[in-house]
């Protein structure tokens, strides 16, 4: 069975600080995908990155950087220098072979509320 | 990345009677597509996949007959919820993938459900 743990459930910042998102997993698949999603107030979900289990590298994108970490089985997120826009849910997501057929689904995380204040 | 439309985005409903939520792929071939539900301040739990012209596959403790899904084309499935019940309320989400994209799976805007 599939599980992430997101331990953080709110966090708040003042604008301008360096955030990090914790995001832990379990998966017995030996190939698999993490997500990071973004839920604003309005409800949709901005997808921020995909992960597969063979590419261990950090990647930055603008203020947003990962790492991932396979020995502690965790894909950790960082925003640096936060703005109010960043305010919203993030959720880690995680994504392997289903049993039975070729299809991937999302095991989502229980997400963290950022609220990022002026 | 590929668009998915969902819609309506908001519908409130009496209790006992269905709604039905839409979900298109507008520029691509959705051979695949998920539904999923949130409730308020909670995680996305999956409800079920389903593939083009095959019947659903639910998820654990989700009833098929309440929550009907349909994948009739490779651009479109619904989900009706039957006979709504208060308890139904909640923010409905669907993702569909297609042919290529690997693990992509692409969100709809989402639909919230108010039964009254």
């Known amino acids: 069975a599939q599980k992430v743990t997101q331990a953080q459930t709110e966090i708040s910042v003042v604008e301008k600080e360096d955030v990090t998102l914790d995001c832990v997993y379990e998966t017995r698949d030996t190939t698999y995908y993490l997500f990071w999603y973004k839920q604003p107030p309005s409800g949709e979900l901005v997808f921020l990155i995909r992960r597969n289990s063979f590419d261990e590298q950090n990647e930055i994108s603008g203020r947003y950087s990962w790492n991932f970490q396979k020995s502690t089985s965790s894909f950790n997120f960082t925003i640096t220098a936060s703005q109010v826009v960043d305010s919203a849910v993030y959720f880690c997501a995680l994504s392997g072979y289903n049993s039975g057929g070729s299809n991937y689904k999302l095991t989502f995380g229980k997400g963290t509320l950022l609220t990022v204040n002026p | 990345g590929a668009v998915v439309s969902q819609h309506p985005s908001r519908v409130i409903c009496k209790s006992g009677t269905s709604v039905k939520i839409e979900c298109r792929s507008l520029d691509f071939q959705a051979t695949t597509m998920f539904w999923y539900r949130q409730f308020p301040k909670q995680s996305l739990m999956l409800m079920a996949t389903s593939n083009e012209g095959s019947k659903a596959t639910y998820e654990q403790g989700v009833e098929k007959d309440k929550f009907l899904i349909n994948h009739a084309s490779l651009t479109l499935s619904t989900l009706t919820v039957t006979s709504a019940h208060p308890e139904d309320s909640s923010f409905y989400i669907c993702?569909?993938?297609?042919?290529?994209?690997?693990?992509?799976?692409?969100f709809g805007q989402g639909t919230r459900l108010t039964v009254v």
């Open positions: 993702s569909a993938s297609g042919l290529g994209m690997n693990t992509e799976a692409f």
